[in-house]
């Protein structure tokens, strides 16, 4: 506690443990760079389709003419790398590096993009990944985008902690299975952001039926969801039921998911716009 303290936290110069006035952590992109809105793609647990949400998002609003990048924050798996097809080297010049553009003109930063094997594992600590991560933010330059989607590594650890709080997101979309236990751990992702004033902006459920080519009917084979249930239980809203489809996962496999002609997240685009 600074000599002569008066408990006046806001007229105050000096900073002591005492100090209650809340702490601006949000980082600058890259002087060069423009970002309109900045989304994130979060889920509580791995294996719910993060990053095919992440893509389904990006490739809807690309088809919207809006200009659009992917932040990969998921520094140990990447995927959207090969989900789009883009490869090679990242490219700069003295005054920093440029995002790798997809074949329908999506920028694209991620890991898998500066090793020299994809197939190598980084193989590093939390902290050294959330740095990449805020490299990825202010050392890139990210021309004219009006959507950033930052695709983010499962659960509630030292990057989805470091995005919320380095990078002034729009808000987040939440992405789940139908899974009992899912949907409870999709509940520690809601107070997480809630604990960071991050504002949510809906639920999105991955895997939510199958429907038959023969009869069309919807087949639970994951379980009952209890999407409506969480939404309800926070008031959320339910963006987008994303069905099990084969030929999505084809499709991602070869690096094509620009052209799969089905994206199932226009509403959620929609409300994006909205916003």
Known sequence: MAEGCTHNCSSCGTTCGQDTRKKDFHEAPHELSTIRHVVSVVSGKGGVGKSLVTG????AMSRKGKHVGILDADITGPSIPKMFGVSGEVTGSEKGAYPVKSAHGIDIVSMNLLLDDKTDPVVWRGPVISG???QFWHDFIWEDVDYLFVDMPPGTGDVPLTVMQSIRLDGILIVTSPQE???MIVEKAVKMASLMNVPILGLIENMSYFACPDCGKHHEIFGKSHI???AKTY???VLARIPIVPNITA???AGQIETFEKTYVDEAVERLLRA
């Open 235 to 237: 008031g959320l809203d």
């Open 132 to 134: 990449v991560v805020k």
């Open 251 to 253: 499709e991602c496999d």
């Open 181 to 183: 236990l899912v949907s």
């Open 56 to 59: 389904l998002m990006a490739v």
């Open 228 to 230: 409506e249930e969480i």
